[in-house]
T-cell receptor, first 118, second 118 residues
Framework: DSGVTQTPKHLITATGQRVTLRCSPR?????VYWYQQSLDQGLQFLIQ???????AKGNILERFSAQQFPDLHSELNLSSLELGDSALYFC?????????????????FGPGTRLTVL | AQKITQTQPGMFVQEKEAVTLDCTYD???????LFWYKQPSSGEMIFLIY??????QNATEGRYSLNFQKARKSANLVISASQLGDSAMYFC???????????????FGTGTRLKVLA
């Protein structure tokens, strides 16, 4: 158990809908990262937040948005869902804010949320 | 462009033998970090080992060691004394991109599926 929690574990929805995925980081970690893992795209970095602020951005679609709240939990919002958005969405957390290198930058992953868009 | 290449889609190893999983990377950054993660069939991502680009010693964590050859831009994972529980997908990953994009990027390889035989 990495200490990172994600809810829900599974989510089934229809095209055009909007969903929210939730992540709670490990105790003491200030950074939260979101990833999408699909069969055709592999593991793709979406976005990172550090202590409530966006810190790095990857291949995140405009239909997707995220935020980190004062209690450090994070939510990933996916809207206007398409069939191709079906994937496993991981949240990870780490201590660092990218301004330091070293083992403290190691990311610990949650169990993931499996999203199925029908 | 930042890139991680894992050329072995699948590998077999006999229990108790050592195995090397290959990873090469491409980056123009001077400072970067390299990671290995394990993903069992249950789906979670488990951090194994980290190597910083300025670390002179190869990283080791129990039965895992990272064979870091900076000039060749390779970061191979060595698992000693393989166990049946080591059967999983293994991902090599890199944190870099600051120099080229102004923000950090996290890039994962396509993975190597390892099967340990009894």
């Amino acid at each position: 158990d990495s200490g990172v929690t994600q809810t829900p574990k599974h989510l089934i929805t229809a095209t055009g809908q909007r969903v929210t995925l939730r992540c709670s980081p490990r105790s003491g970690d200030l950074s939260v990262y979101w990833y999408q893992q699909s069969l055709d795209q592999g593991l793709q970095f979406l976005i990172q937040y550090y202590n409530g602020e966006e810190r790095a951005k990857g291949n995140i679609l405009e239909r997707f948005s995220a935020q980190q709240f004062p209690d450090l939990h994070s939510e990933l919002n996916l809207s206007s869902l398409e069939l191709g958005d079906s994937a496993l969405y991981f949240c990870a957390s780490s201590v660092a804010d990218n301004s330091r290198w070293g083992p403290t930058d190691t990311q610990y992953f949650g169990p993931g949320t499996r999203l199925t868009v029908l | 462009a930042q890139k991680i290449t894992q050329t072995q889609p699948g590998m077999f190893v006999q229990e108790k033998e050592a195995v090397t999983l290959d990873c090469t990377y491409d980056t123009s950054d001077q400072s970067y970090g390299l990671f290995w993660y394990k993903q069992p069939s249950s789906g979670e991502m488990i951090f194994l080992i980290y190597q910083g680009s300025y670390d002179e010693q190869n990283a080791t964590e129990g039965r895992y060691s990272l064979n870091f050859q900076k000039a060749r831009k390779s970061a191979n994972l060595v698992i000693s004394a393989s166990q049946l529980g080591d059967s999983a997908m293994y991902f090599c990953a890199m944190r870099g991109g600051l120099r080229t994009s102004g923000t950090y990027k996290y890039i994962f390889g396509t993975g190597t599926r390892l099967k340990v035989l009894a």
